[in-house]
């Protein structure tokens, strides 16, 4: 990764700390991990954040990141949350020309994916 990258860095720190806080919200034990990877062509930053958490069922991935919230009775009752953080990380790597997505297995866990434009500054 460039030492120098020019771009929002209130938002990316917002990203990595929406993504991370929530991947240790929902690992109880087990790892949460977090890479970083820069592609000079197309000047794309990359987030990849995994944990060993419970994990996602198939129909709530559709939804993940949409503004309105979470709809899982299970983590509602469980999981102190508004349910808006991935919504609004959704949001702002979109609004960074970037593109986000999720995979998980229930009970084992998830890995998101986002990836903004951040160019590299001429030092």
Known sequence: ??????????????IIINLVSNA??????GKVEI?????AKPSLLGIVVSDTGRGMRPDDLEKIFDVSGRER?????????S??????????????????????????GATFTAKIVQRTAEV
């Open 73 to 81: 009775a299970v983590d509602r009752s469980t999981i102190e949350s």
């Open 24 to 29: 240790i919200k929902y690992t109880n034990s």
């Open 1 to 14: 990764i460039p030492s120098k990258l020019v771009g929002d860095k209130e938002r990316v720190e917002q």
């Open 83 to 108: 349910g808006l953080g991935l919504g609004i990380t959704g949001k702002l790597v979109e609004m960074m020309d970037g593109e986000i997505s999720a995979k998980s297995k229930y009970g084992e």
């Open 35 to 39: 890479s970083l990877t820069y592609d």
